[in-house]
């Protein structure tokens, strides 16, 4: 267990709002990463952070925005969220390069109705 | 492009029945092979990173081999604590410092008593 706690774990929204999830973790480890796990696609990542204030775009980036202002703590925004973007959300923390494990959280459900 | 599959999407066994899952792979560099378990309603969890051809690792029932191009992994008299999703994963040599990793779609495992 990698100390990873995402909130909230179920939410419910309606088209057009802003959502923000939350992942925090404990073990100070240096990359976090967002993916979403959707039927037919298995987990495709979406943005990742290799340090604070440090980010990437991964391969599903588009209408995700994310944040991370302190190792710990790393956000995903959906500006405006749309049905397309109903799905369970993972959030991973990696120690660093050589210890190249990612570790998971529990997943978001978000359901945009 | 990066890609992994695969195969099958579901396997039925009985208990001690044993088998093998197969997860193919393209990468131009391996720099990694990872495959996770995943209960319903969970996070992926880690079993084994395999990092070149000829690599293999054991856990209980489980054992993971690598070749160049795939990798199995074989259940051995598996029984209904087994039954889970196992994903597998790579992370190509040009991704080292990021950690970014490619999933492929699961196979999901139902191992009746």
């Known amino acids: 267990d990698a100390g990873i706690t995402q909130s909230p774990r179920h939410k419910v929204t309606e088209t057009g709002t802003p959502v923000t999830l939350r992942c925090h973790q404990t073990?100070?480890?240096?990359?976090m990463y967002w993916y979403r796990q959707d039927p037919g696609h298995g987990l495709r990542l979406i943005h990742y952070?290799?340090?604070?204030?440090?980010?990437d775009k991964g391969e599903v980036s588009d209408g995700y925005s994310v944040s991370r202002s302190k190792t710990e703590d790393f956000l995903l925004t959906l500006e405006s969220a749309t049905s397309s973007q109903t799905s369970v959300y993972f959030c991973?923390?990696?120690?660093?390069?050589?210890?190249?494990?990612?570790?998971f959280g529990a997943g978001t459900r978000l359901s945009v109705l | 492009e990066d890609q992994v599959t695969q195969s099958p999407e579901a396997l039925r066994l009985q208990e001690g029945e044993s088998s093998s899952l197969n997860c193919s792979y393209t990468?131009?560099?391996?720099?990694?092979l990872f495959w996770y378990r995943q209960d319903p309603g969970k996070g992926p969890e880690f079993l084994f990173t395999?990092?070149?051809a000829g690599e293999e690792k054991e856990k209980e029932r489980l054992k993971a081999t690598l070749t160049k191009k795939e990798s199995f992994l074989h259940i051995t008299a598996p029984k209904p604590e087994d039954s889970a999703t196992y994903l597998c994963?790579?992370?190509?040599?040009?991704?080292?410092?990021?950690?970014?990793?490619?999933f492929g779609q699961g196979t999901t495992l139902q191992v009746k008593p």
């Open positions: 991973a923390t990696q120690p660093g390069v050589a210890k190249n494990i990612q570790y």
């Open positions: 073990e100070n480890h240096r990359y």
């Open positions: 952070s290799y340090g604070v204030k440090d980010t």
């Open positions: 990468v131009s560099g391996l720099r990694g």
């Open positions: 395999l990092y070149s």
């Open positions: 994963a790579v992370q190509d040599s040009s991704s080292s410092n990021t950690g970014k990793l490619i």
